[in-house]
Antibody
Framework: EVQLVESGGDLVQPGGSLRLSCAAS????????MSWVRQAPGKGLEWVAS????????YYVDSVKGRFTISRDNAKSSLYLQMNSLRVEDTAVYYC??????????????WGQGTLVTVSS | IQMTQSPSSLSASVGDRVTITCRTS??????LNWYQQKPGKAPKVLIY???TLQDGVPSRFSGTGSGTDFTLTISSLQPEDFATYYC????????FGGGTKVDIK
């Protein structure tokens, strides 16, 4: 069965850095776009970033541009999110999600369990 | 693209027909997905491309719409359907609606 397992969440001070990882298994990782989606405590879902199958295209929500970097290692079936200059408002559960393509559109058909990032002094 | 989802919450009984709407600030054709999320769990896709039911999702869930106006309908609410529902458009930058919490009346 498809599995996505996030790790790397932690408590970090404002201005600090953190790197999240997502280990994928039981599917051809290099054949899928992948994304990060976050959810602040008690709030709704927010798309953060997406990366193309070969890593040649990346997209970010405006609030993280210049601070976060999404990347992937297809040989290791792993997705990453490097987060720099963290702010209190980045506090959230971060989900890794697989983009599936059908009917000329993308949707998230598999999600990880999430990893909690807390930014606080 | 801004997403306006309504209502933000609703109370309903088992067996009720429930309708949730999502309006976008510009036309997105049919590139609209619906997700269900239960407390402490990751979201689960119900409908993609506005009206296509994801494999394994009960047929009581249906989606309609195109352009800027979309609807998720639960034809007969079941106990396991009490959850929060989100719409999402798939143009970059992707956006989610604010969510609709469905709880027990």
């Amino acid at each position: 069965e498809v599995q996505l397992v996030e790790s790397g969440g932690d408590l970090v001070q404002p201005g600090g850095s953190l790197r999240l990882s997502c280990a994928a298994s039981e599917f051809s990782f290099s054949s899928y776009w992948m994304s990060w989606v976050r959810q602040a405590p008690g709030k709704g879902l927010e798309w953060v970033a997406s990366i193309k199958e070969d890593g040649s295209e990346t997209y970010y929500v405006d609030s993280v541009k210049g601070r976060f970097t999404i990347s992937r290692d297809n040989a290791k079936s792993s997705l990453y999110l490097q987060m720099n200059s963290l702010r209190v408002e980045d506090t959230a559960v971060y989900y890794c999600a697989r983009d599936s393509y059908a009917s000329e559109t993308y949707y998230y058909d598999y999600w990880g369990q999430g990893t909690l990032v807390t930014v606080s002094s | 693209i801004q997403m306006t989802q309504s209502p933000s919450s609703l109370s309903a009984s088992v067996g009720d027909r429930v309708t949730i709407t999502c309006r976008t600030s510009q036309s997105i054709s049919i590139y609209l997905n619906w997700y269900q999320q239960k407390p402490g769990k990751a979201p689960k896709v119900l409908i993609y491309a506005a009206s296509t039911l994801q494999d394994g999702v009960p047929s009581r869930f249906s989606g309609t719409g195109s352009g800027t106006d979309f609807t998720l309908t639960i034809s007969s609410l079941q106990p396991e359907d009490f959850a929060t529902y989100y719409c999402q458009q798939t143009y970059f930058p992707r956006t989610f609606g604010g969510g609709t919490k469905v709880d027990i009346k």
